[in-house]
């Protein structure tokens, strides 16, 4: 007995000692641990590593960069560019990742298992108490196990879901923060070339300029030295010519680094040289032009802005979040299946199959269950009200941006004149000094003044493209598409150009503010009372269509013109309360349209709406009938029909008594019908040239005209009709 129990001892001994031995190494390496910092050669490599990322080679620059190629480039090749792509592809990578996550866990599993003895054990009879006395084992000493396990729970089936739809937001926020950094670097470039223009053409000035100073400089100190003037007036003009040459060098150190900025944001490698393409003379001397209204520009806004895009983006994943909350509140199921293997030779199978269910609940989240929902919809809410002030925030920009822009615009037609202003000046002094009427200094100081006004005209244009593209970027104006056929510079140098160009018009065609804020209106609602009164009764025979002229009212309220109807059927007209003419005066006598001149009545209006009565005079108290706004000439009265209700709907103006006249005319030349578009219902002048004024702002052409008597007898148009808004 005393030499089995040694033995087991000495077993024992030489299995622990040796794990003893593997754990005080670890734990000695653990402790061993300490900060290494970057060796020479790592550094090294290091460096090596990022200048062949950073100084990859570019196409060739070929010819003269313009703003377009500069801005292709910038896209292409700047770094900041590069890394929120990087930052795309990530996020997208992430989201293919979290798509596994909705799938079950299947596991496989294998091992080996031993022992130095047997796995032995005794019976006890409950009934007596008794050990039975007999030891007996049910296990091998090794074996080896493998199984085959699926498992998949369906809570975390749904909060992977939800997950993954996160995921794919963030996808969207990183492709709206890459064209926030695009809009900036394009702001960029187009300041940083605008003030390289300036740089290249006032350093070639520059030179032969700073040369002639020095010169005279030098001639100043000989005739100080040889006291030919007198020593104050010498000192003088010494003094105001080293003022001159201090000016020349500020100019020059404000101007030269102005190419290089330019490079670096296309990304070419530092010192690399590259010429610019000058605009023309008719570029430079005409400001870019903003052709969209404010309206117009807050709306686009509104829909394109990366950062409230990326706020809304922010608002789903907060509700997803909410939703993720109230799943984990929920029981959990379990569904677990396996196929499992035990090469135990007391196994009666040691190949077999099991399954399963189960579900667990804490009860504990039926107690946090108000507070997590609560918490949750307050999150929602904060990213709303975020989104919210940010858009106020975004409407200030834009108005501002505008205001700016404005500003410098008055700024530079006034830099423009005082710069053209010295240069005249420049050649009077060149004269009189070819003349010897006046010195040398005279000349030099009119021509420093002349290139200062040349400079702080050129760089007033580069920060009046500043702000107009602060306006496009207040905008969330993207000039790419979002899909092109290539990534080449090429295509890219076009999507650029054809992005800026049509970037207002697609501005103008959005909707304005207060269009939004407006409720809808249902076609009922829109409809007139009387109309809808009248699609109720039964439906009458359609009337014939009667052709025969028009004529013009020469009452001083003209009224509109319906669809005619049959004679007998015609209701007698009512007073209108807006119409200064009482319903028992007689009708004013029409003035005969000239006999060349017949136009086709309209198409007769639907079945039920021709027994409605004559429609009242959309005119006030105050209406001049002579006072129209001509707003210009299309080939049929439905162009100038859809023309006019393009202009009442971005105007808004409903309800002033303006309204459009359709006039129409046939040409002698080819006998084809001319409609010309007007606008009547001025109170006065005033009220016509503000509407006219509107109108231009929305990019149409408008012009006030005065109808004498005499112009409205005999003039050859007809009055089609006078719709009101």
Known sequence: ????????????????????????????????????????????????????????????????????????????????????????????????????????RVVAAAGYVGRNNDAGSESLNLATGRRTGESTTATDRHRRTGDLAFTWNVLDFGVSYLRARQNANLVLIADERRRRVVQGIMQDVRTAYWRAVAAERLLKRLAPLEKRVEGARRDARTLEALRVQAPLQALNYTRTLVETLRQLQSLRRELVSSKSQLGALMGLPPGEPFEIEMPAASVMQSPPKLDVGPEALETYALLNRPELLEESYNQRISADETWRSLLKLLPGIDV??????????????????????????????????????????????????????????????????????????????????????????????????????????????????????????????????????????????????????????????????????????????????????????????????????????????????????????AAPVPTAVPAPAPAAAEPAPKASSASPVPASSPAPAPVPVPAPVQ????????????????????????????????LGAYASHRLAEKEWGIIAKRLGTEGNGVGALYVATRRSEDGKTIVQLRAGGFADRTAAERFCHRVKDSQRECTVRTLSAQEQQSDSQTADRLASL
Request: proline fraction near 7%; aromatic fraction near 4%.
């Open 1 to 104: 007995m005393k030499t089995s129990t040694a033995h087991l001892r000495r077993r024992l001994l030489s299995s622990v000692v040796p794990v003893a031995v593997l754990t005080a190494s670890l734990l000695a390496a653990g402790c061993a641990v300490k900060p290494e910092p970057l060796t020479a050669e790592e550094n090294l490599a290091r460096v090596r590593k990022d200048l062949g990322v950073v100084l990859t080679p570019q196409e060739p620059l070929t010819k003269a960069v313009s703003m377009d190629e500069a801005m292709a480039r910038a896209i292409k090749y700047n770094l900041d560019e590069r890394v929120k792509l990087m930052e795309v592809a990530v996020a997208t990578d992430q989201l293919d990742l979290s798509r596994y996550d909705m799938l079950p």
């Open 599 to 630: 136009v086709a009545a309209p198409a007769p209006a639907p079945a039920a709406q021709t027994a409605a009565p004559v429609a009242a005079p959309v005119a006030t108290a105050s209406f001049s009938p002579v006072i129209q706004a001509e």
């Open 336 to 553: 677990n299946a396996a196929l499992r293997y035990d090469s135990n030779s007391f196994l009666l199978n040691q190949r077999w199959a099991d399954y399963g269910a189960r579900i667990s609940w804490n009860l504990i989240n039926l107690v946090s269950a108000p507070a997590t929902k609560s918490y949750a919809e307050a999150q929602e809410e904060l990213v709303a009200f975020r989104r919210q002030a940010l858009s106020m925030a975004v409407l200030s920009q834009v108005h501002v941006a505008v205001l700016q822009y404005r500003e410098l615009k008055q700024e530079f037609a006034l830099t423009a004149e005082q710069a053209d202003l010295d240069t005249r000046i420049r050649s009077q002094y060149t004269n009189v000094g070819e003349a010897g009427q006046v010195g040398e200094l005279g000349v030099i100081q009119s021509e420093v003044t002349a290139l200062l006004s040349d400079l702080r005209r050129d760089l007033v244009l580069a920060d009046l493209h500043n702000a107009y593209s602060r306006v496009m970027v207040s905008a969330g104006v993207d000039p790419l598409p979002e899909t092109m056929a290539a990534d080449d510079l090429p295509t890219l140098t076009q999507a650029v150009s054809r992005g800026l160009s049509s970037w207002q018009e697609r501005a103008n065609s959005v909707m304005r503010v207060k269009d939004l804020m407006a409720a809808p209106k249902t076609a009922a609602q829109d409809a007139p009372k009387d109309s809808r009164a009248e699609a109720a009764k039964p439906e009458a025979p359609k009337p014939e269509p009667v052709n025969k002229p028009v004529p013009v009212a």
